[in-house]
């Protein structure tokens, strides 16, 4: 079964600082990956996917993923963290077809993770 | 271009009353589904549709019905509220199902039952 996980529910990082925002998944074959932020009281907006091709993944805001098969994770990452930053991040993995008889249009979720940037 | 929107914002039930969310997006998409997001379990699929006069169960199905009549418009009918049906509901979606497209989102409507 296709599944994702985000370990962390919470990650707390200064204003300036790299950040890091994890991911791992598990997919039966070659996973589509992506990353979606929500400010409060708003709905998920896109911000990056990998399909194929360079492991290293930009996206809008300065944002970057690293998809890494062997370690069947895809971190999000950006050199220098805002305060306006602050956020939940989704990580999802697409279904490929074996959990809702046969959709292959299906994101899978993890539970998210909430990024605070202190000043 | 007004992307994905969702009626209404806000809405209380009492246990029993049903009532309709409606979904609206204007980019052609095929693909079109609803979750629902609740603290500490991420988004649950409820209902999906891969194009007009079709749709499907998604992860947590009881409680809710669609349709899909228009390439537009995918409304969720909640039967009779339950309290356990409290939650943010968003509409999403994207050019067609599966393969490496994003899902666009609505902003969401809050639902509380009492």
């Known amino acids: 079964a296709q599944s994702v996980a985000q370990p962390e529910d919470q990650v707390n990082v200064a204003e300036g600082n790299p950040l890091t925002v994890k991911c791992t998944y598990s997919v039966s074959g070659n996973p589509y990956l992506f990353w979606y932020v929500q400010y409060p009281n708003r709905g998920l907006q896109f911000l990056l996917k990998y399909i194929t091709g360079d492991n290293l993944v930009k996206g809008s805001y300065g944002f970057e993923a690293e998809f890494n098969k062997s370690q069947t994770s895809f971190h999000l990452k950006k050199p220098s963290a805002l305060v306006s930053d602050s956020a939940l991040y989704f990580c999802a993995v697409r279904d490929l077809g074996t959990n809702y008889g046969g959709s292959q249009g299906n994101l899978i979720f993890g539970k998210g993770t909430k990024l605070s940037v202190k000043p | 271009n007004a992307g994905v929107t969702q009626t209404p914002k806000f809405q209380v039930l009492k246990t029993g009353q049903s009532m309709t969310l409606q979904c609206a997006q204007d980019?052609?998409?095929?693909?079109m589904s609803w979750y629902r997001q609740d603290p500490g379990m991420g988004l649950r699929l409820i209902h999906y549709?891969?194009?007009?006069?079709?749709?499907d169960q998604g992860e947590v199905p009881n409680g809710y019905n669609v349709s899909r009549s228009t390439t537009e418009d995918f409304p969720l009918r909640l039967l009779s509220a339950a309290p356990s049906q409290t939650s943010v509901y968003f509409c999403?979606?994207?050019?067609?199902?599966?393969?490496?497209?994003?899902?666009?989102f609505g902003p969401g409507t809050r639902l509380t039952v009492t």
């Open positions: 549709s891969v194009g007009a006069g079709i749709t």
């Open positions: 999403a979606s994207s050019s067609r199902g599966g393969g490496p497209y994003e899902q666009y």
């Open positions: 980019m052609n998409h095929e693909y």
